[in-house]
């Protein structure tokens, strides 16, 4: 009873280390953090009509998933810090699971099994943790499907207790692989571990095969009914089965494009990922982050203690998987794993969008790499030393990846901000439009509708929606009309739908320096010239129409339910406040606006953030002021002087006698004609 307790307790407090990992790598910015691609449309779909509405909004894409999100988003409800706790909590249920499954399989193996599930928590390849709606479930998902390998285990050696904990690993075997899919290649790992465990050396291996098939049949069914619902209803689903088509039209090419994402996948998720971290870490420290040092070195150290204390009791010998066999294990899990991202036609590697498929194959990543250490090094302390390096490290590359998401959330905060001081309401049916934002890695224009939606309709609970976010240079615009005046347009965005007209769309330009820019169709397209969309800049400016501003109607308000604090009033709420008094012929106001700056000691961020103000006080018949700045401003970019020369060419400027000398002088200085 006292071992029974003693071994509890270590247990326990091994868990509690692998918990303190997960908050060590993802807690340090949770409460910094909101939502990011789908996760806002999800958290805007349960706001505006319910958890029901989920049927339709994963309708033709995973339809079962829906049910997993009508369990867990009543639960949680639409708080950005719940989502990123329960993120890290349900990360850690999954590593529980695994660390649960790896003792019953390596019961004197306690260093390795430990090792290798702190090290499946942290993983650095994987770099969608933050989204925290989507992957929170997804780690719930995969919790379940570690739990059923673990009832099938039982019930190979609970002989009275066979048939329910079958029946209970066949359901949770479902729930594993049926919703979401990304684990359905696993299975192929369920027949191994059946052999593994059934082993008997004394026995024939003919014998010991058909036995473990037998065991193996009722997963087997579970496998081959959902695949024939797979292929059978392939038409709810939008991933289709793009390999077979493949492999139809073009077998030897497919094939050996097939080997080399296969490989590519293998070099990219065991090597390439270490090689990463270094350039993570090199970019870090250069840009003054010194502080992601700290945080590795601080998570090693713990993770060296946790080691530590589990080696202390570490057996390494009557073992069904011996340590020879660890990493050929390793090696078949991650390419099993691939199966279901390969059949899709999809890639798998370190970039960014291709990276969320190394979560399942990181459960093979980590057995291969601690297998290969405990085979390679035989000194126990070196072994523990290396083990937490690696930790360490992946910790404080997590850490690099959580700042950069919070960048990403701050720069979206900031857009919305300035959206909403520059544009007051906006007209329902309306379109903003853009061919890209700064954070677009992290948002796409569906997803930003999202916040563009609740800000301006806090009220919305149906379809149409008032106001719809386009990005223009990604594949939104395959479904929009010609950029033309006068063109329909009717969009479907999962639960949603929108209806407007490429003559009700605003035009802007967020800039990775500077403030938020409205364009109006005067604005010169030349400013464009080198971008890689100019063509469509050209094309979008014509058609801004900024009468769907609603400018007499107080400023909408960022939520700070979703937002938390807003920024502070800088320079750019002086420039949105002018560049909307612009609109209004508001000259006064305008240059009210620049003496409060003034007196704050804010100064433009781009020179053309002067243009409003030169143009008021031009109206307002202070022409020295003016053309100082205009002077300023040409000193930083001459690109600028289309826009000069069209403010100070306006006719009622040119009537005013004062200053008339100076300003012609300008005029010709500027060379205006034929502009």
Same mark, same amino acid.
């Given at each position: 009873?006292?071992?029974? !307790?003693?071994?509890? @307790? +270590?247990?326990? &407090?091994? %868990? =509690?280390?692998?918990?303190?990992?997960?908050?060590? $790598?993802?807690?340090?910015?949770?409460?910094?953090?909101?939502?990011?691609?789908?996760?806002?449309?999800?958290?805007?779909?349960?706001?505006?009509?319910?958890?029901?509405?989920?049927?339709?909004?994963?309708?033709?894409?995973?339809?079962?998933?829906?049910?997993?999100?009508?369990?867990?988003?009543?639960?949680? !409800?639409?708080?950005? @810090? +719940?989502?990123? &706790?329960? %993120? =890290?909590?349900?990360?850690?249920?999954?590593?529980? $699971?695994?660390?649960?499954?790896?003792?019953?399989?390596?019961?004197?193996?306690?260093?390795?099994?430990?090792?290798?599930?702190?090290?499946?928590?942290?993983?650095?390849?994987?770099?969608?943790?933050?989204?925290?709606?989507?992957?929170?479930?997804?780690?719930?998902?995969?919790?379940?499907?570690?739990?059923?390998?673990?009832?099938?285990?039982?019930?190979?050696?609970?002989?009275?207790?066979?048939?329910?904990?079958?029946?209970?690993?066949?359901?949770?075997?479902?729930?594993?692989?049926?919703?979401?899919?990304?684990?359905?290649?696993?299975?192929?790992?369920?027949?191994?571990?059946?052999?593994?465990?059934?082993?008997?050396?004394?026995?024939?291996?003919?014998?010991?095969?058909?036995?473990?098939?037998?065991?193996?049949?009722?997963?087997?069914?579970?496998?081959?009914?959902?695949?024939?619902?797979?292929?059978?209803?392939?038409?709810?689903?939008?991933?289709?089965?793009?390999?077979?088509?493949?492999?139809?039209?073009?077998?030897?090419?497919?094939?050996?494009?097939?080997?080399?994402?296969?490989?590519?996948?293998?070099?990219?998720?065991?090597?390439?990922?270490?090689?990463?971290?270094?350039?993570?870490?090199?970019?870090?420290?250069?840009?003054?982050?010194?502080?992601?040092?700290?945080?590795?070195?601080?998570?090693?150290?713990?993770?060296?203690?946790?080691?530590?204390?589990?080696?202390?009791?570490?057996?390494?010998?009557?073992?069904?998987?011996?340590?020879?066999?660890?990493?050929?294990?390793?090696?078949?899990?991650?390419?099993?794993?691939?199966?279901?991202?390969?059949?899709?036609?999809?890639?798998?590697?370190?970039?960014?969008?291709?990276?969320?498929?190394?979560?399942?194959?990181?459960?093979?990543?980590?057995?291969?790499?601690?297998?290969?250490?405990?085979?390679?090094?035989?000194?126990?302390?070196?072994?523990?030393?290396?083990?937490?390096?690696?930790?360490?490290?992946?910790?404080?590359?997590?850490?690099?990846?959580?700042?950069?998401?919070?960048?990403?959330?701050?720069?979206?905060?900031?857009?919305?901000?300035?959206?909403?001081?520059?544009?007051?309401?906006?007209?329902?049916?309306?379109?903003?439009?853009?061919?890209?934002?700064?954070?677009?890695?992290?948002?796409?224009?569906?997803?930003?509708?999202?916040?563009?939606?609740?800000?301006?309709?806090?009220?919305?609970?149906?379809?149409?929606?008032?106001?719809?976010?386009?990005?223009?240079?990604?594949?939104?615009?395959?479904?929009?009309?010609?950029?033309?005046?006068?063109?329909?347009?009717?969009?479907?965005?999962?639960?949603?739908?929108?209806?407007?007209?490429?003559?009700?769309?605003?035009?802007?330009?967020?800039?990775?320096?500077?403030?938020?820019?409205?364009?109006?169709?005067?604005?010169?397209?030349?400013?464009?010239?080198?971008?890689?969309?100019?063509?469509?800049?050209?094309?979008?400016?014509?058609?801004?129409?900024?009468?769907?501003?609603?400018?007499?109607?107080?400023?909408?308000?960022?939520?700070?339910?979703?937002?938390?604090?807003?920024?502070?009033?800088?320079?750019?709420?002086?420039?949105?406040?002018?560049?909307?008094?612009?609109?209004?012929?508001?000259?006064?106001?305008?240059?009210?606006?620049?003496?409060?700056?003034?007196?704050?000691?804010?100064?433009?961020?781009?020179?053309?953030?002067?243009?409003?103000?030169?143009?008021?006080?031009?109206?307002?018949?202070?022409?020295?002021?003016?053309?100082?700045?205009?002077?300023?401003?040409?000193?930083?970019?001459?690109?600028?002087?289309?826009?000069?020369?069209?403010?100070?060419?306006?006719?009622?400027?040119?009537?005013?006698?004062?200053?008339?000398?100076?300003?012609?002088?300008?005029?010709?200085?500027?060379?205006?004609?034929?502009?």
């Amino acid at each position: 009873m006292r071992v029974a !307790k003693k071994q509890f @307790l +270590n247990h326990f &407090l091994l %868990a =509690i280390g692998l918990l303190l990992i997960c908050v060590f $790598s993802y807690g340090l910015v949770a409460n910094k953090l909101g939502y990011f691609l789908d996760d806002w449309y999800i958290i805007w779909t349960y706001r505006t009509f319910g958890v029901e509405k989920f049927l339709d909004f994963f309708k033709g894409d995973r339809p079962l998933f829906s049910y997993v999100y009508m369990v867990f988003i009543p639960l949680i !409800k639409d708080s950005p @810090l +719940n989502w990123q &706790l329960f %993120a =890290i909590f349900t990360k850690w249920l999954s590593g529980i $699971s695994l660390w649960c499954l790896l003792r019953l399989l390596m019961p004197k193996k306690d260093l390795s099994t430990f090792a290798i599930t702190a090290l499946f928590l942290v993983y650095p390849g994987f770099k969608f943790h933050h989204f925290a709606v989507m992957y929170s479930q997804n780690y719930a998902i995969l919790a379940v499907y570690f739990l059923s390998h673990i009832f099938m285990i039982l019930a190979i050696r609970n002989p009275k207790r066979r048939c329910v904990y079958t029946i209970l690993a066949m359901i949770l075997q479902f729930i594993g692989i049926a919703p979401m899919e990304l684990y359905y290649g696993l299975e192929l790992v369920r027949p191994i571990l059946i052999f593994l465990e059934l082993r008997d050396d004394t026995k024939p291996l003919k014998v010991q095969l058909t036995r473990s098939f037998k065991t193996w049949l009722p997963y087997l069914l579970v496998l081959f009914g959902f695949t024939l619902f797979r292929v059978g209803f392939g038409q709810l689903y939008s991933y289709q089965l793009g390999l077979v088509n493949q492999l139809k039209s073009d077998p030897i090419s497919t094939i050996k494009q097939l080997a080399v994402i296969v490989f590519k996948a293998l070099v990219d998720s065991i090597f390439n990922v270490w090689v990463d971290i270094l350039r993570q870490f090199h970019a870090a420290i250069k840009s003054g982050n010194s502080i992601v040092v700290g945080v590795s070195v601080a998570a090693g150290l713990f993770a060296l203690l946790l080691l530590f204390y589990s080696h202390r009791t570490n057996r390494t010998t009557d073992s069904r998987i011996t340590s020879f066999w660890l990493p050929v294990l390793g090696v078949y899990i991650i390419l099993v794993g691939m199966i279901p991202v390969l059949i899709a036609g999809l890639d798998i590697g370190l970039a960014f969008h291709n990276n969320r498929f190394l979560l399942h194959l990181s459960v093979g990543v980590c057995i291969l790499i601690v297998s290969l250490v405990d085979l390679i090094i035989r000194q126990g302390y070196f072994r523990l030393v290396l083990l937490a390096l690696l930790i360490g490290i992946s910790i404080g590359a997590n850490f690099i990846v959580g700042n950069e998401y919070k960048k990403a959330w701050e720069a979206q905060k900031y857009f919305f901000s300035q959206l909403t001081w520059r544009v007051p309401q906006i007209r329902p049916g309306t379109v903003l439009i853009t061919p890209e934002v700064p954070f677009e890695t992290y948002y796409s224009g569906t997803s930003l509708t999202a916040p563009l939606n609740i800000i301006y309709s806090p009220e919305l609970n149906q379809n149409p929606i008032p106001y719809q976010m386009i990005l223009a240079g990604s594949p939104q615009m395959k479904s929009m009309p010609e950029l033309i005046p006068d063109q329909p347009i009717y969009r479907v965005s999962r639960a949603f739908n929108f209806q407007g007209n490429t003559s009700d769309m605003l035009v802007f330009e967020m800039p990775t320096r500077g403030c938020l820019q409205i364009l109006s169709p005067s604005t010169n397209p030349q400013l464009y010239n080198n971008s890689r969309y100019a063509q469509l800049w050209e094309d979008l400016i014509k058609l801004s129409n900024l009468d769907r501003i609603v400018t007499n109607k107080p400023d909408a308000e960022l939520p700070t339910r979703y937002f938390g604090s807003v920024p502070q009033r800088d320079w750019c709420y002086y420039y949105q406040k002018a560049a909307l008094a612009e609109q209004s012929q508001q000259w006064t106001e305008i240059v009210s606006l620049y003496d409060r700056a003034k007196s704050e000691q804010l100064n433009p961020v781009s020179s053309r953030e002067l243009l409003p103000f030169i143009n008021a006080y031009f109206r307002t018949g202070e022409i020295k002021e003016a053309l100082v700045l205009s002077e300023n401003l040409l000193t930083e970019d001459s690109n600028f002087r289309f826009d000069l020369c069209r403010i100070i060419e306006d006719a009622d400027l040119m009537n005013i006698s004062q200053d008339r000398e100076q300003m012609l002088k300008f005029l010709d200085e500027l060379k205006c004609e034929g502009d």
